[in-house]
């Protein structure tokens, strides 16, 4: 039995959950932006108080390790590494993408599909990655300027999601990209991935873990146009 703290802070929201055996058995989230420092912490206290179980009892923790927020993925993995080593347990890392396809796959399974991931970088840069139905990269994780020949030139149906799909869909409407509206970061998201790589002893190495920023510089703060 493994007992997983899980942590999502690469967007808005801070999202902290616990899972046990890949299912997530508990979950707490502030929805209000950039609360990710102040709060993080609060809402582990508060989860584990809630599942009456201490710090102690967890056998690792799987954070969400990028692209998003600089600021937010920053506290995340801090706040991870903090936890391991004072605990003495392993990290996990995942791919903020491949944990926002977990949740589209789980809830819009179509085998013959592409599942894109799209996280906003303001204006019309997006983070994003091409997935297939069973989670596997097509491609490597880019930022990119989206346009109208944007994934132009691919047979099959793709399913388009997260925080900047809406705006690549509204503005370049394409037969063959549908959005899947509602599927958003959460701590719960990472409950499968995090199980398959404790399971795997897939960990991080806690001295040379950093966020994958994918770019330089990213903030969630929106800049007037």
């Known amino acids: 039995m493994a007992l997983i703290l899980?942590?999502?802070?690469?967007?808005?929201?801070?999202s902290v959950g616990i899972a046990k055996d890949g299912i997530t058995i508990g979950l707490k989230e502030i929805t209000q932006p950039n609360q990710h420092a102040s709060q993080l912490?609060?809402?582990v206290e508060e989860l584990l108080q809630q599942l009456?179980?201490?710090?102690?009892?967890?056998?690792?923790?799987?954070?969400?390790?990028g692209p998003g927020s600089y600021t937010g993925l920053r506290v995340g993995v801090s706040a991870a590494k903090g936890y391991c080593f004072g605990l003495d347990i392993p990290l996990i890392g995942i791919s903020t993408?491949?944990?926002?396809?977990c949740s589209a796959i789980a809830s819009n399974y179509q085998a013959d599909a592409l599942y894109l991931p799209m996280i906003d970088a303001r204006r019309m840069e997006v983070f994003c990655?091409?997935?297939?139905?069973?989670?596997?990269?097509?491609?490597?994780a880019e930022p990119i300027i989206l346009e109208e020949s944007s994934f132009s030139g691919i047979e099959q149906?793709?399913?388009?999601?997260g925080s900047g799909a809406?705006?690549?869909?509204?503005k370049f409407p394409k037969s063959g990209i549908k959005l899947l509206p509602h599927i958003e970061l959460s701590a719960g998201n990472l409950a499968g991935p995090a199980e398959e790589r404790y399971q795997a002893a897939a960990f991080e190495n806690l001295a040379y873990f950093e966020p994958f920023?994918?770019?330089?510089?990213?903030?969630?703060?929106?800049?007037?146009?």
């Open 52 to 65: 009456r179980l201490e710090l102690k009892d967890l056998n690792a923790v799987a954070v969400s390790k």
């Open 166 to 170: 809406e705006k690549f869909v509204t």
């Open 41 to 43: 912490q609060i809402l």
């Open 157 to 161: 149906p793709i399913l388009c999601f």
């Open 129 to 140: 990655q091409l997935r297939n139905a069973n989670n596997d990269a097509i491609n490597e």
């Open 213 to 225: 920023y994918l770019k330089e510089f990213y903030s969630t703060q929106k800049i007037k146009e």
């Open 6 to 14: 899980l942590l999502e802070t690469s967007g808005e929201k801070c």
């Open 97 to 101: 993408l491949e944990a926002l396809s």
